[in-house]
């Protein structure tokens, strides 16, 4: 082999790692930007979630003051009706 012969596959050769690298790098670049979409995602879906145990744990605490309200109610009525 002569020296042209050899630069011929360096060129090549380096050619190939480039091309090779460069779809390394586009890989990497894919996967970090469909990491970021699914942590977003994730994020959402958790103020979702929270956002509505909020609203249950509004709901639970308005249901156990109507509850505490009616037992007064209840006790008030049989006292009165007791003490007739």
Do not use: F
């Not at 879906?45 to 956002?51: D, Y």
């Amino acid at each position: 082999m002569n020296v042209h012969e050899l630069l011929d596959i360096l060129i090549v050769a380096t050619g190939t790692l480039a091309v090779l690298l460069t779809a390394a790098i586009l890989e990497l670049i894919r996967g970090r930007k469909e990491a970021k979409k699914a942590a977003r995602e994730h994020r959402e879906e958790v103020a979702r979630l929270e956002a509505r145990v909020g609203k249950l744990h509004e709901s639970w605490r308005k249901q156990k003051t109507d509850n505490v309200r009616l037992r007064r109610q209840a006790h008030e009525q049989r006292m009165k009706s007791y003490h007739k």
